[in-house]
T-cell receptor
C-alpha cells in the first residue's frame, strides 16, 4: 500500500527566502506526482505535474524534482512571498489493483511566509 | 482555463437525511473521481468512474454512497442517511486519461448536524 509522507508538517520563513518542501513515497511504481496548493477551507489547486519519466518541472518561481528510485520529490519555492502562505500537498498517482489511476496524498506542509 | 465545477459550496444537513453533491467535470475528460477530506486529515480516495461505471471504490465507499452521471455532463455523489462522521470536504476531480494528472473542483463542505 502506497504511503506518502511530507516533511516538515509546518514551516515559517521570512519573505524573500528560498525554501524546500519534501515528499517521500514508499512504492516507486507511480504514473506521476503532483504538487497541489490548498488555502484554508478551499479546494486543491494543481501547481506542478511530473510524469514518472521526468526528473523535474518548473513553473515560475516553483521547481519540483522527482527521484522515483529513491521515492522522493522536492518542491522548491524561490523568493517567497506572503501570498505563498498555504498548505502544500504532494500526491502520487499509481495503478490500483483494479487497473485505474488514483491519487494517494500526503498530509501536507503548512507554509507561512512572514512579511 | 477549463474548470471542474462543484455545487453547492457548502451544505448543512440533518443526520439521517440524504444529500446529493453535484459536479460538472471538464468536458473532454473521461475519468471522474470523488475524494474527501475530513477536517485536519489527509485527502482520501472514495471512488473512480469511467465509461459510465464505477472502476474502483475504497472501503469508505459503502452502500451508503452512490455515484451517477445522469446526463453526460453532471457527475453526482449521493450520500444516503448521513451520519455525523460524513462531515467533510468532498472534492470532485476529472482527468483526460491515465497519467495526465487531475483537475480538482473547489469542493463541497458537508456539515451533518
Amino acid at each position: 500500500k502506497q504511503e506518502v509522507t511530507q516533511i516538515p508538517a509546518a514551516l515559517s520563513v521570512p519573505e524573500g527566502e528560498n525554501l524546500v518542501l519534501n515528499c517521500s513515497f514508499t512504492d516507486s511504481a507511480i504514473y506521476n506526482l503532483q504538487w497541489f496548493r490548498q488555502d484554508p477551507g478551499k479546494g486543491l489547486t494543481s501547481l506542478l505535474l511530473i510524469q514518472s519519466s521526468q526528473r523535474e518541472q518548473t513553473s515560475g518561481r516553483l521547481n519540483a524534482s522527482l527521484d522515483k528510485s529513491s521515492g522522493r520529490s522536492t518542491l522548491y519555492i524561490a523568493a517567497s512571498q506572503p501570498g505563498d502562505s498555504a498548505t502544500y500537498l504532494c500526491a502520487v498517482s499509481g495503478l490500483s489493483n483494479f487497473g485505474n489511476e488514483k491519487l494517494t496524498f500526503g498530509t501536507g506542509t503548512r507554509l507561512t511566509i512572514i512579511p | 482555463e477549463p474548470e471542474v465545477t462543484q455545487t453547492p459550496s457548502h451544505q448543512v444537513t440533518q443526520m439521517g437525511q440524504e444529500v446529493i453533491l453535484r459536479c460538472v467535470p471538464i468536458s473532454n475528460h473521461l475519468y471522474f473521481y470523488w475524494y474527501r477530506q475530513i477536517l485536519g486529515q489527509k485527502v482520501e480516495f472514495l471512488v473512480s468512474f469511467y465509461n459510465n461505471e464505477i472502476s474502483e471504490k475504497s472501503e469508505i465507499f459503502d452502500d451508503q454512497f452512490s455515484v451517477e452521471r445522469p446526463d453526460g455532463s453532471n457527475f453526482t455523489l449521493k450520500i444516503r442517511s448521513t451520519k455525523l462522521e460524513d462531515s467533510a470536504m468532498y472534492f470532485c476531480a476529472s482527468s483526460e486519461s491515465d497519467g495526465w494528472g487531475y483537475t480538482f473542483g473547489s469542493g463541497t463542505r458537508l456539515t451533518v448536524v
